[in-house]
């Protein structure tokens, strides 16, 4: 027997209500663990804040998984799983081995206390997303909230790490890189302002000090006195660390871009954002106010954060978030 017109009518505003509850579902909220885990975020400020105190610039390695995270497959915990015998996993590519061990146990700790407490609800990309957040703060940021209900998923493969933007990137392949993930050139230039803390590695850079071209051995974009001190702490062939953001290492504050409009900016990747009229009046703003960087930076978290995300039923909650289920 067909149907008639009222029940066709029902049919089809149940299918449209079904489908509108499913995309509802796969979007991400704040509060997402209110009911089933109200502890969670303090959970993991707790797993944080005892790292810093052996490690006080952790954070920094926190804030780049995240952003290394979701710019490849998206923000799905994929930065954090283990390689296998048969599979190098994005850890272990080279763009991420200067990311200590430590910055992973940070998460694998925060993963044991939620396990302990409502067990198999947080993911571990939801943890990555937290702990970013919270190291943005803790350095002098403003909190904001992360919509939360991504879900792990289970491929890493170090070739995806290609998807990384590189330190001797220009304007325009930056821009690029971040337009692909559905990011503008201003989201980059605001998200680049993570290189006020931290450190980076001399290979990253050495280029720009020793062999920069045919006609020039070092950058004419790079101050000659930084140049010098880099010179120092980077002798040629050396691995070891330098601070981003000299003035203020591990303060969340405009003195990155302070650098950059005195041709201090360390990377090349850096130094590129003031190559054009419209980037350099962008980054002259967040040099000038600190407010508007901090507000602007964490509302391109959240966007940044929304990256490629698995929800609903796809992907899985990982009980080890170095090893897929």
Not at 139 to 145: D, P, Q, S
Not at 196 to 213: E, K, W
Not at 239 to 254: A, I, R
Request: glycine share 8%; proline share 3%.
């Amino acid at each position: 027997m067909g149907w008639g017109r009222g029940e066709m009518l029902l049919a089809i505003m149940a299918a449209l209500y079904l489908s509108a509850a499913i995309t509802e579902a796969q979007v991400l909220q704040v509060g997402f663990y209110s009911y089933s885990c109200p502890q969670a975020e303090a959970i993991v400020k707790e797993a944080l804040n005892d790292a810093l105190e052996d490690d006080p610039g952790i954070g920094a390695d926190l804030l780049r998984m995240h952003f290394h995270d979701c710019f490849v497959r998206g923000c799905d915990g994929s930065v954090l799983i283990d390689s296998t015998k048969g599979n190098t996993a994005e850890k272990d590519a080279e763009i991420n081995q200067t990311i200590e061990d430590e910055a992973f146990q940070v998460i694998d700790k925060a993963k044991k206390k939620l396990d302990a407490v409502c067990k198999g609800v947080v993911s571990c990309a939801d943890i990555l997303a937290f702990v970013a957040r919270d190291s943005v703060v803790h350095y002098g940021g403003i909190f904001y909230e992360v919509p939360a209900g991504r879900r792990d998923g289970r491929i890493s493969r170090s070739v995806d790490t290609a998807d990384l933007p590189t330190a001797d990137l220009d304007l325009a392949r930056l821009t690029n890189f971040f337009a692909r993930k559905r990011l503008s050139q201003n989201d980059m230039i605001i998200l680049s302002g993570a290189h006020t803390i931290g450190v980076a590695h001399c290979p990253a850079f050495s280029n720009r000090l020793y062999n920069f071209s045919r006609s020039s051995s070092r950058d004419p974009t790079l101050d000659a006195s930084y140049a010098a001190q880099l010179k120092t702490e980077c002798p040629p062939g050396s691995n070891n660390e330098v601070n981003m953001d000299p003035p203020s290492p591990f303060v969340f504050d405009t003195s990155y871009y302070r650098g950059i409009l005195k041709n201090r900016g360390l990377f090349s990747s850096d130094q590129t954002l003031v190559s054009t009229a419209s980037s350099a009046a962008k980054v002259t703003l967040l040099a000038s106010n600190s407010n508007v960087f901090k507000s602007e930076f964490a509302a391109a978290m959240v966007k940044m954060g929304g990256i490629g995300v698995l929800t609903g039923r796809e992907g899985e909650i990982r009980g080890n978030c170095r090893v897929v289920n």
